[in-house]
């Protein structure tokens, strides 16, 4: 079996990245804790939410730090007989730390290793990623995107990292996981199949 991991918002907390980082950069206080990037909860512009990327993303890609559980849930995965891979939808923009677009690749690759987490292979793809799905022989998705979800749920099992910007998702072939112990327990459930 083959599950397929996104990053950011799944295997990283990208909201909380932008909630401390965003207070500090922008210093502004959060106005919509709900909100999907750094425009819509701290309601900046366009151009200030480009210009706190393009001074924190390479601080992001390297230095984030894994969601509790998402490694130890990975390494009991993978002694279940279940493959990890990771596809993501990062793609490499001028200006924001990186060079080229394999500097980027690299630097995600070695923070998913510093942070510990195993996998066999790393994918970029762009969104909404159903190619991955045929490439890859992908049979669970995670994924916390809402076009990401709704694409890929015509086609996999895609579990739903619960997100205040996908509560309104309640699609067939989907599970809603609030962490990394309840993606655990829904492969438990499976196994005891």
Not at 86 to 103: C, L, P, Q, S
Request: net charge neutral.
């Amino acid at each position: 079996m083959v599950f397929a991991v996104d990053i950011d918002g799944v295997l990283i907390d990208l909201k909380e990245f932008i909630y401390e980082e965003g207070k500090k950069f922008l210093k502004k206080e959060i106005v919509n804790p709900d909100g999907s990037d750094v425009e819509s909860i701290f309601d900046v512009s366009i151009a200030e939410r480009q210009r706190f990327w393009k001074a924190k993303y390479w601080d992001y890609i390297r230095h984030s730090k894994c969601r509790e559980n998402a490694k130890e849930t990975i390494d009991k995965l993978a002694s279940l007989g279940i493959e990890t891979i990771v596809v993501t939808a990062r793609k490499f923009k001028e200006g924001r730390g990186f060079e080229n677009e394999e500097e980027l690749k690299k630097a995600t690759e070695e923070n998913l290793k510093e942070n510990g987490i195993k996998f066999k292979k790393l994918y970029f793809e762009p969104r909404p990623k159903v190619d991955a799905i045929y490439k890859y022989s992908i049979d669970y998705f995670i994924d916390d995107d809402p076009v990401n979800i709704i694409a890929l749920s015509k086609y996999t099992k895609v579990l739903i990292m619960d997100t205040p910007y996908n509560k309104h998702l309640d699609r067939p072939n989907t599970v809603r996981v609030h962490d990394w112990n309840e993606v655990l327990n829904v492969f438990e459930k499976l196994k005891k199949k």
